[in-house]
């Protein structure tokens, strides 16, 4: 393997590259978690976002339109969650699951005529200055503009959470909806509104891959990411920071194990292949062992359905 | 009574077993490990069914279908609803498709790739890949600047190890400088994952990439990067116009209209093909005109050669990696060697995957 710096700055950024959608539906989920719902159908809302993206990119040739458009998606599949559980009063556990399923199927059939359709280029901001500052540039430069506000979103949501009044309602909602409730907040219309956010979010995740990471359809394509984003947020015990550190562990030795190969190390394929999962699952369990921070942060209700009574 | 009952049951079973006689029209079913969207390896099987089905000859097919235990609900499904052939066409069919063979004996099965003909209903038929890796092989030890091959590997089969081989042998006969670094992924389609393999294997100094995975994902990031690419299976060009100096393409309609006419028409037999440039069954993409017309007039060549004989893709002496002697000076290998070939060649870096 060679060492020089410039050749780790640009590891590093490939690293970064890999681990954004992880980042961005992690840290919806994670919002979507924290006002007490728990929903498992990220990876149907990302692959949801994924083919909507690309499909707006091929008819209306406008990225813009396909971001949004995808947030849109996603946030519309979410929505179908939220009236089965908020208003409907459905299992968390069973819909979340549907939600998937039918994010999977619904997504092929809408991508059967957009499969073999080449991407368009999606812009990378300061090019020049990745390629004219060695080591730092390639960290820091030469992404797309979804990949900072990815890397800004866990401090932004981690600032939301834990100084706004309305990161305080959310986090109030999640432990105890009844006591919420009897203050005077509308449990129902927040927890609408956490479910939502998440959706638009994974939305997003799977617009970054087909249009950016892998600018293409093809079915399946986010691959069990969403459900990597579901474990990272529980593994993470909630906190939005240590999120984006499993994120970026776990793209980072996804990268380097196939990095370790390319140079001929001798170590069992299987073994690397496997080292992402269980590297992320010890280092978020080493970080993460305050129990007194692991009780503060865990939302108290997750996953149990709420009912105003009348 | 009792009597009368009995003779009217038997005679309606007598016109349904008629009717379902006559309803029984010659049905082709196809197995697909991908979908047929994947512009690989699927996508040229499903241009063969396509072929078929312009033949006259109704099919269907099930894409998308994870070698393992669902491989062989799919293909008992497809014997059950009166399907009287049926294509299995991944390496991992290959324990299944016998399974369900042997339970239905009026069906004949045909595997891809694989080597297990253990019912008398079970033929095996696979194209020479390797022939057109040599082709690579040569382009790549011409085009290389860095000499370093990047090559993204699925699993580790005889079938990609071969083609490992051909692709480094022709490479070091033009270039003995050259290294192969191999990715191995685990997969046949995972364009993520293709992806990164690909972006690993450019960090690491490779300026060409190939692979032995179905999705297009490792030629664009190969335009992308500015490097050398080949595309697998089908002509991938349009996805990386500036990248690929060709693509191996897997042209399977010949063969699959010719099996289902013989079976349709009594004269299917068990048999073994393997198929390569000769047949037609391997073809090669048009080469890109930026490697120079004198490269392309020497591939040009050896693609002639190969399909004619007068040159073979294992040529000795070839030695493996501690530099034992494989196949002698002057001697070909054969094909029971190459259909079992299980260790790298002098000049791969790294272990197989045991």
Not at chain 2, 177 to 192: A, E, L, N, S
């Amino acid at each position: 393997m060679s060492f020089d710096l410039n050749f780790i700055g640009i590891l590093i950024g490939a690293i970064m590259a890999s681990s954004v959608p992880l980042i961005l539906a992690a840290s919806g989920e994670l919002i979507t978690e924290r006002s007490g719902v728990l929903n498992l159908g990220v990876e149907g809302m990302m692959i949801i976002g994924a083919i909507s993206g690309f499909a707006l990119m091929v008819v209306t040739d406008n990225l813009f339109f396909a971001v949004i458009g995808s947030m849109v998606s996603g946030l519309i599949l979410s929505l179908i969650f939220g009236l089965l559980t908020q208003s409907l009063l459905t299992n968390h556990v069973a819909t979340g699951l549907a939600l998937t399923i039918f994010g999977i199927g619904m997504s092929a059939m809408i991508g059967k005529n957009f499969v073999g359709i080449p991407g368009k280029e999606f812009p990378l901001l300061f090019l020049n200055l990745k390629e004219s500052i060695p080591f730092l540039g390639p960290i820091f430069f030469g992404h797309s503009i979804i990949l900072y506000f990815a890397f800004g979103l866990p401090f932004l949501t981690n600032y939301f959470l834990k100084k706004t009044k309305t990161g305080l309602i959310i986090r109030a909602v999640g432990d105890s909806p009844t006591s919420a409730s009897n203050q005077g907040i509308n449990v129902t219309l927040v927890r609408y509104s956490c479910i939502l956010y998440g959706g638009a979010m994974c939305g997003l995740a799977g617009a970054y891959l087909s249009l950016i990471y892998t600018p293409q359809w093809i079915e399946n394509m986010t691959g069990g990411r969403g459900w990597i984003a579901l474990a990272l947020v529980v593994f993470a015990t909630w906190s939005p920071i240590k999120v984006l550190i499993g994120a970026l562990i776990f793209g980072g030795i996804t990268i380097l194990q196939l990095h370790m190969q390319a140079v001929g190390l001798r170590i069992p394929v299987q073994l690397l292949s496997a080292l992402p999962y269980i590297m992320t699952i010890i280092v978020l369990v080493v970080i993460s062992r305050d129990s007194r921070k692991i009780k503060l942060n865990t939302p108290t209700s997750l996953g149990q359905i709420f009912y105003k009574e009348k | 009574m009792y009597k009368l009952f009995l003779r009217s049951l038997i005679s309606v079973l007598f016109l349904l077993g008629l009717s379902l006689n006559a309803n029984a029209e010659f049905k082709v079913g196809f197995v697909y490990v991908g979908p047929t969207g994947d512009h690989g390896w699927t996508y040229q099987h499903d241009e063969g069914r396509k072929a078929v089905e312009a033949a006259g000859i109704k099919t269907t097919y099930v894409e998308s279908v994870p070698e393992g235990a669902d491989a062989e609900r799919v293909i008992r499904q497809l014997a059950q609803s009166g399907h009287d052939l049926i294509f299995t066409t991944s390496f991992g069919y290959m324990d299944p498709t016998n399974k369900v063979a042997k339970d239905f004996p009026n069906v004949k099965f045909e595997h891809a790739t694989g080597y297990k003909r253990e019912h008398s209903n079970v033929a095996t038929y696979s194209a020479r890949f390797y022939e057109g890796r040599t082709l690579l092989g040569h382009m790549a030890g011409k085009m290389t600047k860095t000499n370093t091959i990047g090559y993204i590997a699925s699993f580790p089969i005889p079938e990609v190890i071969r083609g490992i081989n051909a692709m480094t042998l022709a490479a070091q006969k033009v270039n003995p400088d050259i290294k192969t670094k191999i990715v191995w992924v685990f997969t046949w389609y995972d364009p993520g994952k293709e992806s990164e393999a690909a972006q690993a294997l450019i960090d690491q100094g490779a300026d060409i990439i190939m692979q032995h995975t179905d999705s297009t994902a490792p030629v664009q990031v190969a335009e992308k990067a500015g490097v050398w690419s080949f595309g697998q299976a089908s002509d991938m060009q349009r996805f990386a116009p500036k990248s690929i100096l060709t693509s191996i393409i897997d042209d399977w309609a010949p063969y699959y209209v010719e099996r289902s006419i013989a079976a349709r028409d009594g004269t299917w037999k068990q048999q073994d093909t393997w198929h390569g440039l000769k047949e037609g069954m391997v073809a090669m993409a048009p080469y890109n005109s930026a490697m120079g017309s004198d490269l392309v007039k020497e591939v040009e060549q050896l693609q002639k050669d190969l399909a004619s004989g007068k040159a073979h893709s294992f040529t000795g002496p070839i030695y493996d990696q501690k530099g034992n002697i494989l196949v002698a000076e002057g001697a070909v290998a054969d094909d029971g060697m190459l259909a079992g070939m299980n260790v790298y060649v002098k000049g791969v870096e790294g272990d197989i995957p045991q």
